[in-house]
Nanobody, 127 residues
């Protein structure tokens, strides 16, 4: 059974930075695509970023491009989200997620989703 544990969330001022980590207990981690989603109060969960199993391809939603960077360390079964130049509108619960295919989580024709999810970590950006 897949288990994802996020950490690194917290309260930061606008313009600041945070680095989220996601420790995975997933047998297939090194061959799975991984990603981050977020859900703000009163809004639907939305895709933020994804990375292919090798780390060779990355994908971002438009409003975080140039500010957020997703990366992974397959030796440590960990995926990261470096968030810079944070804005109040980035405030949300951030969820780590994984999928067997990058098409599920980032490139397929349907709504972006995942095969398994973490519990989430709160990120609050004050103005």
């Amino acid at each position: 059974q897949a288990q994802l544990v996020e950490s690194g969330g917290g309260l930061v001022q606008a313009g600041g930075s945070l680095r989220l980590s996601c420790a995975a207990s997933v047998r297939t981690f090194s061959t799975d695509a991984m990603g981050w989603f977020r859900q703000a109060p009163g809004k639907e969960r939305e895709f933020v970023a994804a990375i292919s199993w090798s780390g060779g391809s990355t994908y971002y939603t438009d409003n975080v491009k140039g500010r957020f960077t997703i990366s992974r360390d397959n030796a440590k079964n960990t995926v990261y989200l470096q968030m810079n130049s944070l804005k109040p509108e980035d405030t949300a619960v951030y969820y780590c997620a994984g999928a067997k295919s990058i098409r599920t989580i980032a490139t397929g024709p349907g709504k972006r989703t995942a095969d398994y999810w973490g519990q989430g970590t709160q990120v609050t950006v004050s103005s």
